[in-house]
């Protein structure tokens, strides 16, 4: 039997740590990943016990993004498959942001594409010094529609302007001068810098805690509404049926140079 593609365990004072677990992929994200988060993060969500969250990824990488083999298959599925894909993608980063207690993301190797929403939708990131980040859906002819009010949140509209459209890589140091990341430790002391925030998170009333997030994310405009999430969600979606994404994916696929390159 494999093992789960979604890791997770609380501690004795509360602290879930939840762990993506598909290594051999790099963490990227599937439809598998997917729904493994939105069962796990509600539950975590209305478990009293649980008083803060840390995610980290197995492996190499914190996470790659989205699995493109995986992408390329549900471009195929039509309209309706499609959708319910974005939907569901959405969902999970809008779970993570919206989490009523803090949470904490622990980055090492690479962190790219979706895994750069993932983090944005966190209280704090921590990162090591050798991280790798990019934005990297336009790259491959998609759009990052579904992210982009937890990246205007996290790095400012000045900064997504730049890296979403580019798909540039930067590191830990660029990554936390632009907001993106809380703070940057040597490799393998992700978790001694994590403790003392950690540790000033459980001395904050629960309650107190939980008004104060949902406050924050109303007045920063990222509670959104029915409508502008169901908007969000069909871009991405549309996005990737179109024939940028088509040929986005195969020169990914081919390991080539899309066609719009002139170089």
């Known amino acids: 039997m494999s093992e789960p593609v979604v890791l997770h365990a609380v501690d004795a004072r509360g602290v879930a740590t939840v762990t993506l677990n598909r290594p051999r992929r790099n ?3 599937n439809g598998e990943m997917i729904g493994a988060l939105l069962d796990l993060v ?3 969500a209305a478990d009293r016990a649980v008083r803060v969250l840390v995610l980290r ?8 993004g989205a699995d493109l083999t995986w992408i390329d298959e549900v471009r ?3 309209e309706a498959a499609n959708l319910e894909v974005s939907r569901r993608t959405a969902e999970a980063v809008r779970g993570l942001n919206g989490f009523p207690k803090p949470t904490v993301a622990l980055v090492h190797g690479g962190c790219f594409g979706g895994g750069i929403g993932v983090i944005a939708a966190c209280d704090v990131v921590i990162a090591e010094d050798s991280a790798q980040f990019a934005i990297t859906e336009a790259r491959w002819g ?18 997504v302007r730049r890296y979403a459209l580019s798909c540039e890589r930067f590191g830990a140091p ?5 907001g993106l990341v809380h703070e940057v430790c040597a490799a393998g002391a992700l978790d001694a810098t994590a403790a003392p925030v950690i540790d000033a998170f459980l001395k904050s009333a629960p309650d107190a805690i939980a008004g104060t997030k949902a406050l924050a994310l109303a007045h920063g405009a ?7 999430f169901d908007a969000l969600v069909d871009v991405h979606s549309r996005k990737r049926a179109s024939a940028e994404a088509v040929e986005g994916l195969a020169s990914f696929k081919e ?3 899309p066609a719009w390159y002139p170089g």
């Open 27 to 29: 963490n990227a994200y």
């Open 57 to 64: 990824g197995n492996g190499p990488h914190f996470q790659a």
């Open 142 to 159: 998609l759009m990052a529609s579904i992210i982009i009010p937890q990246l205007n949140g996290a790095m400012g509209l000045r900064q």
């Open 255 to 257: 390991k080539r140079d």
């Open 76 to 78: 195929e599925q039509g």
């Open 42 to 44: 509600p539950r975590l």
């Open 174 to 178: 660029r990554a936390q001068q632009i």
């Open 222 to 228: 990222q509670d959104m509404d029915a409508d502008y």
